[in-house]
């Protein structure tokens, strides 16, 4: 094939004669290639579904990455310093009335087991637990007076991922798939990486579609070993006969679907098929984190005993962004069996957030330091939550000082980085020992909506009928928090 007026040495192109070389001649189809393999250029976007879809407004965040720690980070051992549960160690709680805790023991004041600084140029208050997170504290966004409704961890993941308390909901990924859709149509538009230690509580049903359309669940991808179960077939088969193959299933699939009517999961498994079919080429490139630098390695904690699993994960994350995905969700913790493997401290938080912080900290401010140096923090959401915080005192008996914390709805800690945020600040407050959230107290319904609000989503209209209902992930609540917006 000639090349369609190829340029000569001495001749410069306008901007239409260059997009009429590039689109026709052999060398636009080889700069083609060299853009795809440095992940520049993207396989044609997939819509939304929404009937009123977004962007609503004019928004820099386009995608996000969602840190779930799960079992119950403790705020006043990381990101709510209090000097008064230093001052008041060792001694009862004076309240008028008695806490409801999750198992019911109600020990002494404990302070923190590490020591609080002001880190950065903010002055914004990290402990010792976070040394590396510490370091990029001028990049959080911290939420001091989140509170939930339960203290089950149960439900209260799920309330932290749809808003609700009841299984059966849309989580945040699969809304913001139907409502955004996807930057590219040879991956999933909402993934997830679970911790390779166990799933969270409520196991996958914390990546559920809920009623939206079933192509809009989570689509799990491990960080390491084999990335997606069954994308390849088990044993080597010709081209033409696994195409054949494909194309009689769609035409029996089709068929289906006309004899019988719509069928939404159909649906979705023909069009599973589809994308499995583009995943075959495109997952083994995005998972081979061989292709960073050693010094991207390094930087992620990759190859260290402690870090190397959630390195790989944030890695991989920061790739599958590159490449067209809206929304990655991680979760840090696993297992509520014996031993938990978990941020569940209920016997000796220094063993356990010591132990949980040291495979996390360094893979994020990793994270944060790269998205940043690539220029991705600039529309990119970072979000680091857990289900519900600690409890200020021990789990232990009246007078006695144990060494871990039950679990705390009233009033724990999230944070955000990125796009549309103010940065090194901190917003609202738990009264003076960390025990209930008091000013600007902000609910799940309140963070999913500034959540929606940053990528562009007006969270009263992104809706969906189900049941007779406009339903929504806000229920029928939320405010957005306007004081942490650029």
Known sequence: MALLNPPANDVLLDRRELFSWTKFGLGGAALASLLFQDGMLRAESVSGEASDPPPHFSSKAK????????GGVSQVDSFDYKPALEKNHGKPLITDETPDVFFGSIGLLRRSDWLFKQRGESGLWVSDLFPNLAQVADELTVVKSMFGETSNHTPATFQENTGFRLNGFPVLGSWLSYGMGNETDDLPSFVVIP???????????NWTNGFLPARHQGVVIRNNGTPIDDLV?????????????RELLELLNKRHLAERGK?????????????????????PKVVNLDDETKVTHDLYGIGAENTDDFGRACLLSRRLLERGVRFVQLFAGGDFGRPRINWDGHEDMKKNHGREAGRIDKPIAGLLTDLRQRGMLDDTLVLFTSEFGRTPFTQSAADRLGTGRDHNQNGFSVWLA????????????TDEVGWNA???RVHWHDFHATVLHLLGIDHKRLTYYHNGIQRRLTNVHGHIVKEILA
């Open 418 to 429: 990125g796009a549309g945020l103010k940065h090194g600040i901190e917003f609202g407050s």
């Open 233 to 245: 077939p088990a044993r080597p088969t010709r081209k033409s006969t696994e195409a054949a193959s």
């Open 263 to 283: 069928s939404d999961v159909l649906t979705a498994r023909m069009k599973s098929y589809t994308l499995a079919a583009k995943m075959q080429m495109a997952v």
């Open 195 to 205: 911790d390779p230690r166990g799933l969270p509580a409520g196991g996958s049903i």
């Open 63 to 70: 995608r996000v990455i969602h840190i779930c720690a799960t």
């Open 438 to 440: 008091v000013d600007d």
